[in-house]
């Protein structure tokens, strides 16, 4: 079995990165949190709709490019490492609830605008005093949702919302259009990523699958967070690494302290055991195999693990100026701590991965 990414998603991957790395870097990330500033990078966005990476996991008869999970994974790298001011990772997030479970009826709706740009499409799970995924209080009775979603990644943006509530069976995934729906902006630690508040009082929604769709695109979401996680860490690592080997201490370049040397191999070492969970996840989308729950909570778990210590690394490493507001450190803390929220905490994560183990053990015996 090759665990590793296709010659076609490693271009997309290099591609990518170079685009976001000159148009989506810390300077343009500064710019996103000035006062007035607008919710998205409108520009960027274009760019990307016509580079076909809103496209890619969009099946080829609604407009789309047919490509794998894998391509989504280099792209979802590649906007965590850049911080990108886009709502890539959350269209790529929605395409994959439509994919995975929606009628043709739903897809023929939804997937061409995804695919083109035009459609901007947003997952709204988490909810006031929410501990996990599994706990979900927006209730849907007769075609209509009542609740309130907080906080929503790029809700301002987006036209449609893919909506975690309780139907008849449990939590499952509904499709709420945005026209006219109650929202409003909510503050976040990430200044980054804009979020949002929907309202939802007798909203009309369209159920996406069953109860167990939304247990298996939790897991495929988990994976492809784990890899903007990924991104985000890499991303400080290598902010570590460069001012470690500048900054000059007592004589000499602090890189050249065991300590120091220390932390970035243990940023490294981290990173890569995220890298191979999550490595396996993918293939287990792949192949549809059957031990991508436990693959896709390993993921979530290990790169939740990387990010948090490379994020906070970064910030010690560079002492008393890490803390200050010109630095850019904060912004890959304040990310580190967003993606946290952005699924369900990594205690939940970590029992699910328990769980699925228990049952591969018991299945074995």
């Given amino acids: 079995m090759n665990f590793d990414f296709s010659d076609e998603a490693k271009e997309l991957g290099e591609q990518a990165r170079r685009l976001l790395a000159e148009k989506a870097g810390t300077g343009p990330a500064r710019k996103a949190i000035a006062e007035g500033a607008p919710a998205m990078d409108a520009a960027l966005w274009a760019e990307i709709a016509e580079l076909g990476w809103t496209a890619a996991r969009v099946p080829e008869e609604f407009g789309g490019l047919g490509l794998s999970v ?3 994974a280099q792209l979802a790298d590649a906007a965590g490492g850049s911080l990108a001011h886009v709502p890539l990772v959350s269209t790529l997030l929605a395409t994959e609830a439509l994919v995975l479970a929606g009628t043709p009826e739903q897809k023929a709706k939804w997937l061409p605008g995804i695919a083109s740009g035009k459609t901007i499409a947003c997952v709204a799970w988490n909810e ?9 209080r927006a209730i849907e009775n007769r075609g209509a949702l009542t609740g309130v979603k907080q906080p929503v990644a790029d809700l301002a943006v ?6 975690a509530a309780s139907g008849a069976d449990g939590p499952q995934l509904f499709i709420v259009d945005l026209k006219g729906a109650d929202t409003a902006a909510v503050e976040t630690i990430d200044l980054v990523r ?5 309202t939802l009082a007798g909203t009309p929604a369209e159920a996406l699958g069953n109860a167990g769709d939304y247990q298996d695109w939790l897991d495929r979401a988990a994976v492809i967070l784990a890899y903007e996680a990924i991104g985000t860490a890499q991303a400080a690592m290598a902010m ?3 001012y470690a080997k500048t900054r000059v201490a007592f004589g000499q370049k602090i890189g050249r302290y ?7 191999a243990d940023m490294y ?3 890569e055991l995220a890298r191979a969970h999550a490595l396996h996840g993918l293939a287990m ?10 693959a896709a909570a390993a993921a979530r778990v290990a790169s939740l693990d990387a990010l948090a210590f490379c994020a906070e690394e970064n910030v010690q490493l560079h002492g008393g100026i890490g803390f200050t507001w010109e630095s850019d450190c904060q912004f890959y803390y304040r990310r580190n701590r967003a993606l946290v929220a952005a699924l369900g905490p990594r205690s939940w994560w970590s029992e699910r991965l328990v769980r699925a183990l228990e049952q591969r053990n018991r299945a074995a015996a």
Avoid at 128 to 136: D, E, F, L, Q
């Fill in 70 to 72: 894998e391509e989504v």
């Fill in 128 to 136: 006031p005093g929410a501990v996990s995924p599994g706990t979900v």
């Fill in 158 to 163: 987006a036209h449609v919302a893919i909506v």
């Fill in 194 to 198: 804009r979020h949002g508040r929907l």
């Fill in 240 to 242: 570590s690494v460069d």
């Fill in 258 to 264: 065991q300590s120091v040397k220390h932390k970035c």
């Fill in 269 to 271: 070492i981290k990173l």
């Fill in 285 to 294: 989308i792949g192949m549809n195999g059957p031990e991508l729950r436990q």
